[in-house]
């Protein structure tokens, strides 16, 4: 029960978190375009500078919420951003390591909630795949440290200079949820979630104090947090 509850909150949220992401991808393409009395036949140019221009008409005339605006000019900057300003980097990365017994690995689990985990044999030098909280609570009465070999996905491994799309509809086309991002040599630098991708348009839900990345001070300065994104500080 106790693994129960750890994994089901990410889950819970994860599922939640995604619902604005998913609508907002589908819909505000469309919903632009009618702004701009445009369709498919017409067959019409309309650059990002146009739908920036509409999005602030909209804005100003109370049409679109400046979250709103906010979060569609993240949406289509997302392919200005390669995948390293978009990964959790390798230092920060938590995995769960099928040379360690059984009872250490549901250890790590109940203390690190997480919808979705790298799997390695050793550490992040050898990812043998990556496996959901929910197959490992469906698997529970029955998890051992072979079982868990066999409830992998195959690990997917990108460059650092994809960038946010392209990346985007990979993840899409690849039904993952994971994606590892590798330098020049093939060494892992990070990693990608969807859940990563969600918060580059949305922001940081339920941020909390430790985790934000620039903070006011007393005397008017900024502290700010060496890994925000250069996007991010802008």
Same mark, same amino acid.
Not at 191 to 208: C, H, N, P, Q, R
């Given at each position: 029960?106790?693994?129960?509850?750890?994994?089901? %909150?990410?889950?819970?949220?994860?599922?939640?978190? @995604?619902?604005?992401?998913?609508?907002?991808?589908?819909?505000?393409?469309?919903?632009?375009?009618?702004?701009?009395?445009?369709?498919?036949?017409?067959?019409?140019?309309?650059?990002?500078?146009?739908?920036?221009?509409?999005?602030?008409?909209?804005?100003?005339?109370? @049409?679109?919420?400046?979250?709103?605006?906010?979060?569609?000019?993240?949406?289509?900057?997302?392919?200005?951003?390669?995948?390293?300003?978009?990964?959790?980097?390798?230092?920060?990365?938590?995995?769960?390591?099928?040379?360690?017994?059984?009872?250490?690995?549901?250890?790590?689990?109940?203390?690190?909630?997480?919808?979705?985990?790298?799997?390695?044999?050793?550490?992040?030098?050898?990812?043998?795949?990556?496996?959901?909280?929910?197959?490992?609570?469906?698997? %529970?009465?029955?998890?051992?440290?072979?079982?868990?070999?066999?409830?992998?996905?195959?690990?997917?491994?990108?460059?650092?200079?994809?960038?946010?799309?392209?990346?985007?509809?990979?993840?899409?086309?690849?039904?993952?949820?994971?994606?590892?991002?590798?330098?020049? %040599?093939?060494?892992?630098?990070?990693?990608?979630?969807? %859940?990563?991708?969600?918060?580059?348009?949305?922001?940081?839900?339920?941020? @909390?104090?430790?985790?934000?990345?620039?903070?006011?001070?007393?005397?008017?300065?900024?502290?700010?947090?060496?890994?925000?994104?250069?996007?991010?500080?802008?």
């Amino acid at each position: 029960e106790s693994i129960a509850i750890v994994v089901a %909150y990410p889950i819970h949220w994860l599922a939640k978190l @995604a619902r604005p992401f998913v609508f907002l991808l589908t819909v505000s393409t469309d919903a632009l375009l009618k702004l701009l009395r445009q369709n498919e036949n017409q067959g019409e140019i309309v650059t990002e500078e146009d739908i920036f221009a509409v999005v602030n008409e909209g804005s100003e005339s109370g @049409a679109i919420e400046p979250q709103e605006q906010l979060m569609i000019r993240k949406l289509l900057h997302l392919n200005d951003r390669l995948a390293l300003s978009l990964m959790t980097p390798r230092c920060d990365i938590h995995f769960l390591d099928t040379n360690l017994p059984l009872n250490a690995i549901l250890k790590h689990l109940r203390q690190t909630q997480h919808s979705v985990w790298p799997v390695c044999k050793g550490g992040l030098d050898n990812i043998i795949g990556t496996i959901s909280s929910k197959v490992l609570l469906d698997e %529970y009465d029955h998890l051992s440290v072979s079982r868990l070999g066999k409830l992998l996905k195959h690990p997917r491994f990108v460059p650092e200079s994809m960038k946010g799309l392209p990346l985007l509809n990979y993840m899409q086309q690849t039904s993952v949820e994971m994606v590892f991002i590798v330098d020049e %040599y093939g060494d892992v630098q990070g990693l990608v979630t969807l %859940y990563d991708l969600l918060k580059s348009i949305a922001g940081e839900l339920g941020m @909390a104090p430790e985790q934000i990345w620039a903070k006011q001070q007393k005397d008017g300065s900024w502290l700010m947090d060496a890994l925000i994104p250069l996007n991010e500080l802008k």
